[in-house]
């Protein structure tokens, strides 16, 4: 029997809530130390893990409960007896199919991944929908708020600043990173000075539009998100995708 939406309401759901910017549904989430053994060994130590860390081994016992031969066909993943594999802004990840973990490819190498938003948005996008065939992306775009009743939608308006001051002045620096992280470049929409569709998970994209500053107006970011998001992610989820993004353009900027 296909149980996704138990397990996602029951399990993924109060972990993407723990590190929610709403802090009304922080105080609805459910206590991590009571989802997992905080005692665990690294190197032959044993050590405490953070509140993070817990939910992550969690989120590794929660994928495990899914059908990964539906999943492979649902979201066409290249995998192995070992491993499934998908890109994630850019950067080629794997799924341990035995234990769950997940490892990001460093050349040739492949190192454990302990980034709390992106091992979530990676379980999240496999595990959140029910339906068997996803919906295709429609083209149609909107902001996050759209998703939501208005006025219960935190603001991403102070993390995204710090990220349009720090690309201020660097149209083009911003327009490489895009390119490099598999961006496609569209028509400008609203003066824009750039608009570029990024590729962020299989078959799923977002828009990103960029306004350079001057003396008048402070630079501006804006995220926009496919009508049919919600199907492929949880509502949470999209502001750890959107801080992974940008933190991952950034990083080429330098």
């Known amino acids: 029997p296909n149980n996704c939406s138990a397990v996602y309401q029951e399990g993924l759901v109060p972990l993407l809530i723990q590190a929610s910017p709403t802090h009304c549904l922080l105080l609805l989430a459910t206590s991590a130390g009571d989802l ?38 649902k979201y066409g993943l ?40 992106v091992v979530m948005t990676i379980y999240d996008f496999l595990c959140c929908s029910e339906q068997e065939i996803l919906p295709p992306l429609t083209g149609q775009w909107q902001p996050v708020g759209r998703f939501v009743t208005a006025g219960s939608s935190p603001s991403t308006d102070p993390f995204v600043e710090k990220y349009a001051r720090a690309f201020f002045g660097k149209v083009e620096e911003l327009k490489q990173a895009c390119i490099c992280l598999g961006g496609k470049q569209t028509k400008r929409l609203a003066g824009a ?10 078959e799923f994209s977002v828009l990103l539009q960029f306004w350079d500053g001057d003396e008048e107006f402070p630079p501006k970011i ?4 496919d009508k049919v998001s919600l199907s492929y992610l949880h509502f949470e989820t999209t502001y750890y995708l959107q801080g992974d993004l940008l933190k991952a353009i950034l990083q080429i900027i330098g």
Not at 81 to 97: P, Q, S, V
Not at 222 to 225: E, F, K, R, S
């Open 193 to 202: 000075d750039l608009t570029f569709e990024m590729p962020v998970l299989p």
């Open 36 to 73: 997992l053994d905080s005692i665990k060994i690294r190197n032959g130590i044993k050590y405490i893990m953070d509140n993070y860390e817990k939910q992550v081994y969690t989120g590794r016992e929660l994928f495990l409960k899914y059908d990964q031969d539906k999943l492979i066909e």
């Open 222 to 225: 804006l995220l926009l998100w």
């Open 78 to 117: 290249k995998h192995d007896e070992e491993y499934l594999y998908l890109k994630y802004i850019g950067t080629e990840y794997r799924i341990n199919r035995r234990n769950g973990a997940i490892e990001y490819a460093t050349g040739e190498e492949w190192t454990d991944c302990r980034e709390y938003t």
